[in-house]
């Protein structure tokens, strides 16, 4: 069976943002982070910008979910 890695292609879209980061080496997907400060009260919900856009790599599907 052989290994190849996808490229995950992305552009900041303001210099607030940042790159997409994987946890660890074995980490299955990328960890993104917020441009932005918020606070979220207990039991809140908030769509939180990371000013960036993302390029799928072929054969591979995108998925953000919280931790």
Do not use: H, W
């Amino acid at each position: 069976m052989s290994s190849t890695k996808a490229l995950l292609r992305f552009a900041k879209l303001t210099e607030n943002a940042f790159p997409p980061m994987k946890g660890s080496d074995y980490a299955a997907g990328y960890d993104l982070r917020s441009a932005y400060d918020y606070v979220i009260p207990a039991r809140g919900r908030l769509i939180a910008q990371t000013d960036i856009q993302i390029a799928v790599p072929e054969n591979c599907y995108g998925r953000v979910a919280p931790r």
